[in-house]
């Protein structure tokens, strides 16, 4: 009954490499997100999605992409794989697209670049 | 462009020492402040959400308040279990994302 649900936990791989972490949502939410989390544990939107629609887009490389094959889904996928990718993602879901609106984060993926 | 610091950084108490963690804001029109804890190796919980200047909320042993320009998170004797680092986050009418702070680090020995 896991509400935001996020693979893999760990990711390992070399540099140059294309991997994808996957993120569910079971609440029913109607918009969901990316965030990355440095080792300062600061935490960095990368993208937010609402009914199939990117409404805002940070400042990331093009590497990385969003992909949204329903409203429960919010895949990220990256290419080309760098040093400075390593980091802890977390995906997040939140009832509405709304400045007012509470959200609910899934466990976290640590991807570590060789 | 909205920008919520926080403090301290970090905080050491000692069981039943209680304190308070603070988190200054700045926004274009407030939709609302948010509170969460994280543990290590976990995601961000949502704790709180704050509307409007004046307004408390409590669970536990933790109290959030709310002013125009700072929101305080209250702990009242805290136990070793309180040990997080809390998030502070506000929402507002020029973004649909809200703005994190960097987080205070606690720490409650026994």
């Known amino acids: 009954d896991t509400a935001v649900s996020q693979t893999p936990k760990y990711l390992v791989t070399q540099m140059g490499n294309d991997k994808s972490i996957k993120c569910e949502q079971n609440?029913?939410?109607?918009?969901m997100y990316w965030y990355k989390q440095d080792s300062k544990k600061f935490l960095k939107i990368m993208f937010s999605?609402?009914?199939?629609?990117?409404?805002i887009n940070e400042t990331v490389p093009n590497r990385f992409s969003p992909k949204s094959p329903d409203k429960a889904h919010l895949n990220l996928h990256i290419n080309s794989l760098e040093l400075g990718d390593s980091a802890v993602y977390f995906c997040?879901?939140?009832?509405?697209?709304?400045?007012?609106?509470?959200?609910?984060f899934g466990p976290g993926t640590r991807l570590t670049v060789l | 462009e909205d920008q919520v610091t926080q403090s301290p950084e970090a905080l050491r108490l000692q069981e039943g020492e209680s304190s308070s963690l603070n988190c200054s804001y700045t926004?274009?029109?407030?939709?609302?402040l948010f509170w969460y804890r994280q543990d290590p190796g976990k995601g961000p919980e949502f704790l709180f959400t704050l509307y409007s200047a004046g307004e408390e909320k409590e669970k536990e042993r933790l109290k959030a308040t709310l002013t125009k320009k700072e929101s305080f998170l209250h702990i009242t004797a805290p136990k070793p279990e309180d040990s997080a680092t809390y998030l502070c986050?506000?929402?507002?009418?020029?973004?649909?994302?809200?703005?994190f702070g960097r987080g205070t680090s606690l720490i409650v020995h026994p």
């Open positions: 997040a879901s939140s009832p509405r697209t709304s400045g007012s609106n509470e959200q609910f």
């Open positions: 609440l029913g939410h109607d918009t």
């Open positions: 926004v274009s029109g407030l939709r609302g």
């Open positions: 986050a506000v929402g507002s009418g020029g973004s649909y994302i809200p703005t």
């Open positions: 999605y609402n009914n199939k629609e990117l409404i």
